[in-house]
């Protein structure tokens, strides 16, 4: 993806803060339990925390959180929803914490937007010795049926690069490191991954993919298609037809200590 492309899905979100808030699912517990376990306290970095949507569930987990963010609109919902946490215009490439201030950087669905050559040094920094940098995906479980099949009506617009298992550990493999220019702050990258579902109707799950940047930057008249097509397939299908059904996921996680 070239540099304007990137920056043109980077900056989609806000035009739909309120529907990505709506729709866009939480985090698996025993996902973010796993990102922190190596943490040394309880200080948390939520860095490119969008809506708040991984805010929420480290809040529900007890966790001293602060939410960094870059997107005004975006910063704006997670402001409303959760006042009672510390919450920061910023980007992983410009941090607005004092040195070794956190135990632990987590992204929800975020370390990929960020540049690491800047954002690798500048997570250091902020982060205390001994302190954890992970990086969470939900997933779609396209080892069920139907949600493969979804994946290929679809389109990689609506079901991106690391929207699959397999996929993201490919993607991820070295996102961490790959480009920064502190490898040594770092130690040796561990990867997992977590069940995990969201209720959903099929209407709801429209909405979702909705939200993915690939489908927000698409003309009006494509990305209608899109959805139209979806809406087809979800209707056929006897798991989605009629009323509510669990969406099968899995959050993965990759983490990585600061040495």
Known sequence: MDSDLWHRHASSFGA?????????????????R???????????????????????????????????????????????????VTASSGSAESIPLPDASVDAVLAGNAMHWFDMA????????????????AGLWNTMDDGVDWVAGLARVSGPAAIGPRDTPDAWRIETADLHLSTTDAPASFGSPEQS????????????????????????????????????RIRRYLAA?????????????????????RR
């Open 118 to 133: 800047v954002a690798g040094p500048e997570i250091a920094r902020v982060l205390a010795p001994g302190g954890v940098l």
């Open 237 to 257: 299908r006897p798991e989605t037809s009629d009323g509510e059904f669990t969406l099968p996921m899995m959050t993965c996680v990759l983490r990585v200590r």
């Open 34 to 84: 796993w990102a922190l376990e190596p943490a040394p306290g309880p200080r948390v970095l939520d860095l490119g925390a969008g809506t708040g949507k991984l805010t929420a569930t480290l809040v529900q987990m007890g966790a001293d959180v602060t939410a960094v963010e870059p997107d005004q609109a975006m910063l704006a919902e997670l402001r409303r929803s959760l006042p009672e």
């Open 16 to 32: 739909a803060a309120n529907a990505y808030a709506t729709h866009r699912p939480d985090y698996a517990h025993d996902a973010v």
């Open 193 to 228: 991954g977590f069940p995990h579902g969201q209720l959903r109707t099929a209407d709801s799950l429209v909405a979702t993919l909705g939200t993915r940047a690939g489908m927000l930057v698409m003309p009006d008249e494509e990305r209608e298609s899109t959805l139209a």
